[in-house]
């Protein structure tokens, strides 16, 4: 059963940044696709980005096109999500989760394309 650990989460003022790290608990994530995605409260899960297993195909949720960056190390051990430009309506838990398809070239944000889910961490953007 592979574990994914999130951290980087926090408290910051509106315009500010954070990266968010995403690595297994053990092992690497593999030729999977990689997904962030984030919930807050009352509201339903969406998806914020996603990169393909190959690193070359990235996505983004609309809000946050521009401002959030996802990339994966070579060693495919970590996968980041890069935060500028944070708003008060990015405030969230954040969770990665990996997809069920090995090598799979493009991304998705659908849900059951991914198996493995974190914990989450939280992100708070608030003066």
């Known amino acids: 059963q592979l574990q994914l650990v999130e951290s980087g989460g926090g408290l910051v003022q509106p315009g500010g940044s954070l990266r968010l790290s995403c690595a297994p608990a053990?092992?690497?994530?593999?030729?999977?696709?990689i997904g962030w995605f984030r919930q807050a409260p009352g509201k339903e899960r969406e998806g914020v980005s996603c990169?393909?297993?190959?690193?070359?195909?990235?996505e983004y949720t609309d809000s946050v096109k521009g401002r959030f960056t996802i990339s994966r190390d070579n060693a495919e051990k970590t996968v980041y999500l890069q935060m500028n430009s944070l708003k008060p309506e990015d405030t969230a838990i954040y969770y990665c989760?990996?997809?069920?398809?090995?090598?799979?070239?493009?991304?998705?944000?659908?849900?059951?394309?991914?198996?493995?889910w974190g914990q989450g961490t939280q992100v708070t953007v608030s003066s």
């Open positions: 989760a990996r997809g069920r398809t090995w090598g799979r070239r493009s991304c998705t944000f659908q849900d059951s394309e991914y198996v493995y």
């Open positions: 053990g092992g690497t994530l593999g030729s999977y696709i």
């Open positions: 990169i393909s297993s190959g690193g070359s195909i990235t």
